[in-house]
């Protein structure tokens, strides 16, 4: 998830975006500033992590490790993938709202 994170903010919001100029691209602004925080579990160990943002500084910090052992348990009810996980999407559940020169999630 962070390098896709990172990606997107070099890519298409923050300040010197690459899309910034390119033909297709004039109304566009590359001029965001990210906060927020995002809390995720992988669902192969468990493992736990926080990404926060602060003014487009990105911070990782692990929670809790993980067991390896988890891996074989099989899933929990509220855990097993639904059709539309299948992509391995990692936006799904993460709502964000994009305001003038903000990012708030």
């Not at 896709?4 to 004039?26: N, S």
């Not at 579990?41 to 911070?59: C, F, K, M, P, T």
């Not at 074989?72 to 993460?94: C, F, K, M, N």
Request: overall charge neutral.
């Amino acid at each position: 998830m962070i390098p896709w994170l990172k990606y997107l903010m070099m890519t298409f919001l923050t300040a010197g975006a690459k899309a910034e100029g390119p033909a297709g691209f004039e109304d566009f602004t590359c001029d965001h500033v990210l906060n927020g925080m995002v809390v995720g579990s992988r669902r192969d160990n468990g493992e736990l992590y926080a990404i926060a943002v602060h003014d487009n500084q990105v911070e990782v910090e692990m929670l809790w490790p993980g067991v390896k052992d988890w891996s074989t348990y099989p899933p929990l009810g509220s855990t097993h993938r639904r059709p539309r996980d299948e992509g391995g999407s990692p936006l799904i559940g993460v709502r964000c709202r994009l305001l003038p020169g903000r990012v708030q999630w």
